[in-house]
């Protein structure tokens, strides 16, 4: 079990950028996966990327390639979500999760943490 907090949503124009940030604590996660989801309104939640603690292994949704980037930082015990050239599309709350995986790393059940979510709004 890990605590997650994410932070750094909010409002930006279409074609603007947005940094997100997920804060790990509790016992080692050195194995952990780390994974993006997020969640529109009447819509079910939506794989957005992944990477792991350890290594250079990331993966992205098809509608993340290219404008994504998920990056961390181990001092800090973070992982990021960078968000560039956002589109309306992209309106949700992103949630932050993680769990020990061997393969699968898109499917939500296999997650055993979440955050509580932080809200991306684009405008038009």
């Known amino acids: 079990q890990v605590h997650l907090v994410e932070s750094g949503g909010g409002l930006v124009q279409a074609g603007g950028s947005l940094r997100l940030s997920c804060a790990a604590s509790?016992?080692?996660?050195?194995?952990?996966?780390m994974a993006w989801f997020r969640q529109a309104p009447g819509k079910e939640r939506e794989f957005v990327g992944a990477?792991?603690?350890?290594?250079?292994?990331?993966v992205y949704a098809d509608s993340a390639k290219g404008r994504f980037t998920i990056s961390r930082d181990n001092a800090k015990n973070t992982v990021y979500l960078q968000m560039t050239s956002l589109k309306p599309e992209d309106t949700a709350v992103y949630y932050c999760?993680?769990?020990?995986?061997?393969?699968?790393?898109?499917?939500?059940?296999?997650?055993?943490?979440w955050g509580q979510g932080t809200q991306v709004t684009v405008s038009s």
């Open positions: 990477i792991k603690w350890s290594g250079s292994y990331t």
């Open positions: 999760a993680a769990g020990i995986i061997s393969g699968g790393v898109s499917y939500d059940y296999k997650y055993a943490s």
């Open positions: 509790g016992r080692t996660f050195g194995s952990h996966t």
